[in-house]
T-cell receptor, first 115, second 112 residues
Framework: DSGVTQTPKHLITATGQRVTLRCSPRSGDLSVYWYQQSLDQGLQFLIQYYNGEERAKGNILERFSAQQFPDLHSELNLSSLELGDSALYFC??????????????FGSGTRLTVV | DQQVKQNSPSLSVQEGRISILNCDYTNSMFDYFLWYKKYPAEGPTFLISISSIKDKNEDGRFTVFLNKSAKHLSLHIVPSQPGDSAVYFCAASARDDYKLSFGAGTTVTVRA
């Protein structure tokens, strides 16, 4: 157990729907990062939050949004889902506002299937 | 735009032999490199890293080599063990960047 908790582990939904993925960072970590891994591709950075504030944005679609709550857990909201949104979504956390020397700590991911 | 590339999607090696995983990058601003290991149904876990001021870093059976002029790094696993069967991701970051850029991964299978 890495200490980063992601729920749900699996999610199957229809096109056009909206889903929320949840992430609880490791205890003491202030930063949360969201990554998307599509089939046969590397992890693509979506967005980072540090202590409740958005810190950096990657290739995140306008249909996607995220937030980090006062208890530091984060939610990634995906709306108007398309077949191409099917992927593994990873959350990672780190202590500081930047990745540490040893990188992030990742959760086990949420596998989203859009049908 | 894939700034970190792992051109070999898979590698099969016999137990006890050396595994060599390769990674190329295009962003000359990258100055820190990491390797992650991922088992099925788990998130990636940190394996080893190297700063651009070094050309080699060793940790037990794992050694990472960095060739800055060629924008190339490699991970050597010696000797390979069955538990090393996993997907290995190369990642890189520029100074003061907030994110890591990942390659697509190489699936390593260690045969008994």
């Amino acid at each position: 157990d890495s200490g980063v908790t992601q729920t749900p582990k699996h999610l199957i939904t229809a096109t056009g729907q909206r889903v929320t993925l949840r992430c609880s960072p490791r205890s003491g970590d202030l930063s949360v990062y969201w990554y998307q891994q599509s089939l046969d591709q590397g992890l693509q950075f979506l967005i980072q939050y540090y202590n409740g504030e958005e810190r950096a944005k990657g290739n995140i679609l306008e249909r996607f949004s995220a937030q980090q709550f006062p208890d530091l857990h984060s939610e990634l909201n995906l709306s108007s889902l398309e077949l191409g949104d099917s992927a593994l979504y990873f959350c990672a956390s780190s202590v500081g506002s930047n990745w540490e020397t040893y990188g992030y700590t990742f959760g086990s991911g949420t596998r989203l299937t859009v049908v | 735009d894939q700034q970190v590339k792992q051109n070999s999607p898979s590698l099969s090696v016999q137990e006890g032999r050396i595994s060599i995983l390769n990674c190329d990058y295009t962003n000359s601003m990258f100055d820190y490199f990491l390797w992650y290991k991922k088992y099925p149904a788990e998130g990636p876990t940190f394996l080893i890293s190297i700063s651009s001021i070094k050309d080699k870093n060793e940790d037990g059976r794992f050694t990472v080599f960095l060739n800055k002029s060629a924008k190339h790094l490699s991970l050597h696993i010696v000797p390979s063990q069955p538990g090393d069967s996993a997907v290995y991701f190369c990642a890189a970051s520029a100074r003061d960047d907030y994110k890591l850029s990942f390659g697509a991964g190489t699936t390593v299978t260690v045969r008994a």
